[in-house]
């Protein structure tokens, strides 16, 4: 992973600490080392070759000098691309800055090989993978085939959009009027039953079954027609 600094103007904003003396400086560099220490822990586990770069803090800042900082992401900030960090002085009369950030994340994405029609099940074939920038595309790019595989499209897809999570839903598993198997589980023992399906369901949706014998029960909705139950 490549860490960088780049020297793209800074963007300061006080938020309600008293003014600061004219002649007050903070030292960039502590600042600089406290994100950087934030960023190298935010980005673990993102999935490639990550990067950032941290916005520079003016030299003439006229913020009190600080040694002890807390770093953390405001409000509604992207885990990637550009964004900002709030820095908050946590010495008494302290002060805080937003810093603008550039996370970069590079790694394989889906693709449609060829255009998906809308209720299409989504197999292997009908994907592909391109490498890029994962900030510079849609938010919800899916970049394991295990998302998309077994799904269906929501929408038209021509060949070579980007897979969002959005433009798939998960097939139907289960069909009104369908006879089911209801697996009922506990520790120690299994009771399987059959009933027909009062209500449609995608896998791991909870449906409702009347039983053989009229009684009406909910369970989660499984491949292949079975119904489980859990005690």
């Known amino acids: 992973m490549r860490l960088g600094v ?5 963007f300061v904003l006080l ?3 008293p003014a600061t003396d004219l002649l007050a400086r903070q030292d960039p ?5 406290a994100i950087d220490a934030f960023l190298k822990a935010q980005v673990l586990g993102l999935p490639g070759e990550v990067s950032y770069t941290i916005g520079s803090l003016a030299p003439d800042n006229r913020l009190r000098p600080c040694s002890a900082f807390e770093v953390g992401m405001p409000a509604g900030a992207k885990a990637w691309g550009r964004t900002s960090v709030a820095v908050r002085c946590q010495e008494a009369r302290g002060w805080a800055i937003f810093v603008p950030v550039h996370i970069r994340v590079v790694a394989d994405y889906l693709v449609t090989a060829m255009p998906l029609a809308q209720g299409q099940t989504v197999t292997a074939g009908d994907l592909a993978r391109q490498r890029g920038d994962l900030s510079n595309l849609p ?9 998309a595989l077994g799904r269906t499209a929501s929408m038209s897809i021509a060949a070579g959009r980007p897979v969002r999570g959005d433009m798939l839903r998960q097939p139907v598993v289960i069909q009104q009027n ?3 198997k209801v697996i009922s589980r506990g520790p120690g023992f299994q009771v399987s039953n ?3 399906a009062l209500t449609n369901g995608l896998d ?13 029960v909910s369970g989660i909705a499984r491949t292949g027609g079975i119904v489980e139950m859990g005690f």
């Open 6 to 10: 780049s020297a793209f103007a800074s």
């Open 15 to 17: 938020l309600g600490f």
């Open 29 to 33: 560099a502590p600042v600089r080392a």
């Open 139 to 147: 938010v919800g790019v899916l970049t394991d085939e295990r998302e």
């Open 178 to 180: 369908q006879t089911v």
């Open 194 to 196: 059959e009933g027909k």
């Open 204 to 216: 791991g949706q909870i449906v409702q079954v009347r039983l053989t014998n009229g009684q009406v």
